[in-house]
């Protein structure tokens, strides 16, 4: 109930939940006990941590590894780190979570992943094609265009098919992964100090 109340209110509080459980209780073999737990843990960290998901894979129980919400979101995990945005949305919009604490989480994280593309978009281009705008926010072209309308980018003036974007404001803080605003000695850290562990036993 308190994992429940925090994804509605704060993931970072969510995420911080998760981590303390997994140093209390990572060990244990009781699947219906740790799911919940493990699933946000993952998706949370794909708001803004790869490397911190990937980690979290490695040392999950493999009795954990068997569910198939988390092998979707393994999956996920590694078409976001190879880029391959059409598929990561695709995975996101279309498997069909079943676990209430993701149904919550997944449009939020879909949004994010939209945020963030269409700011090093509007960073790094002067114009962009409406259809490359569609592949890199997992939408339609003719919705690509209202998205990207919306935030205030022009048509371009002497081709259709292109969009001319916006600079973004200066951003805001954004609650992501472990790393934003974590205590130093706190859960992040301490799971930083079990990846190094989980590093070194991977490397004799």
Known sequence: VLLDQAIAADLKKALNICEEFELEHGGME?????LPFYRVQFTIYLFDDINSAHWLWQRMPAVVKSD???????????????????????????????????????????????????????KSHTSVAIAECASLLGLSESDA??????????????????????????????????????????????LKGLTDLVCQIDSR
Not at 30 to 34: D, I, K, S
Not at 151 to 166: D, E, I, K, M, R
Request: with cysteine; glycine share 8%.
């Open 30 to 34: 009781n699947l219906a006990t740790m």
């Open 68 to 122: 198939t919400e988390l092998v979707s979101l393994w999956g996920i995990t590694k078409k976001l780190f190879n880029r391959d945005f059409p598929g990561a949305f695709s995975d996101l919009q279309n498997f069909g979570w079943t676990s209430p604490s993701l149904v919550s989480i997944m449009p939020k994280l879909i949004a994010e992943i939209r945020v963030r593309n269409s700011t090093l978009i509007a």
């Open 145 to 190: 265009a209202k998205y990207c309308a919306g935030l205030g980018w022009q048509p371009h003036p002497q081709n259709s098919a292109f969009l001319v974007p916006t600079p973004p404001p200066a951003p805001a803080e954004v609650l992501t992964g472990a790393a934003a605003g974590a205590a130093p000695g706190g859960a992040a850290q301490r």
